[in-house]
């Protein structure tokens, strides 16, 4: 129960790795408040979370919308009192490529993806400031904002920059007591990823990540844990690769490793 009597906002928390997320924060003790656009699937993960002892809330939220994330820690903070931690997870996904991006769709890759997490990560600061008691913000960039790779331009563009982002809050927010930090998943075995990857696609990422396989919303999930509880106390501005090596990999030969053809 290492996030006991914390209160734990999760943007996009209805489904895939925030829903994971949510129900492994509840396991560690945390009241959840789960929001997303979609509020139906917000109110029924909250009911499906562990830990029934506290009432986990289902709240809708436009996170691109200033006014609707003010109304979301409005409500927030008269239901729950405050707010401990945030993992700001949502977010939308996109594989065009550079040539054919439209710029309405570029610019609603950015408003969502990074202007979107400011706004949320903004408000909740403030909060957390307010409050006086220090906090936990943790955002889910990409290993996309890393590394080049096809069709990724402006979902990558988009994680980069939330990257950088989370970097100068860290720096700002240190003197508040506000850890701030990312998770980068890799390749992540979510329903999403079930239909939109095809078989070249999946032989591809398996051969380019050592441990030869998808990582599980679950194993995100874990990271989340350790960087909302106090054993992260010390970590702050740092970028925590869940990839299964993908990212430091250089050249990789072997039975294991035959390239796909």
Not at 144 to 166: F, I, M, V
Request: aromatic share 4%; net charge neutral; charged share 20%.
């Amino acid at each position: 129960m290492r996030l006991n009597n914390k209160v734990a906002l999760v943007t996009g928390g209805a489904r895939g790795i925030g829903f994971a997320i949510s129900k492994a924060l509840a396991r560690e003790g945390a009241r959840i408040v789960i929001a997303d656009l979609n509020v139906d699937g917000a109110k029924t993960s909250a009911l499906m979370l562990e830990n029934a002892s506290r009432e986990h809330l289902g709240l809708r939220v436009d996170v691109a919308n200033q006014e609707s994330v003010t109304e979301l820690l409005d409500e927030i903070v008269q239901q729950c009192g405050g707010l401990d931690i945030l993992i700001n997870n949502a977010g939308i996904g996109g594989n065009t490529p550079f040539l054919d991006i439209k710029l309405e769709d570029w610019q609603r890759m950015i408003s969502i993806n990074l202007t979107g997490a400011f706004i949320v990560a903004q408000a909740v600061a403030r909060q957390m400031v307010n409050q006086g008691r220090g906090g936990k913000i943790i955002n889910i960039a990409s290993l996309s904002g890393q590394r080049g790779g096809n069709g990724r331009g402006a979902y990558g563009a988009a994680k980069a920059g939330l990257e950088l982002l989370t970097k100068v809050m860290a720096v700002e927010l240190a003197q508040h007591r506000i850890n701030v930090n990312n998770i980068a998943p890799g390749a992540i075995e979510t329903d999403m990823a079930k239909t939109a990857h095809d078989p070249a696609t999946r032989k591809a990422y398996e051969y380019l990540i050592p441990m030869s396989r998808y990582g599980l919303p679950e194993e995100i999930a874990d990271a989340a844990v350790f960087l909302s509880s106090d054993e992260s106390r010390y970590v702050h501005g740092h970028t925590l690769n869940v990839d299964g090596g993908f990212r430091e990999a250089g050249l990789m030969f072997g039975p294991d490793k035959t390239p796909p053809r």
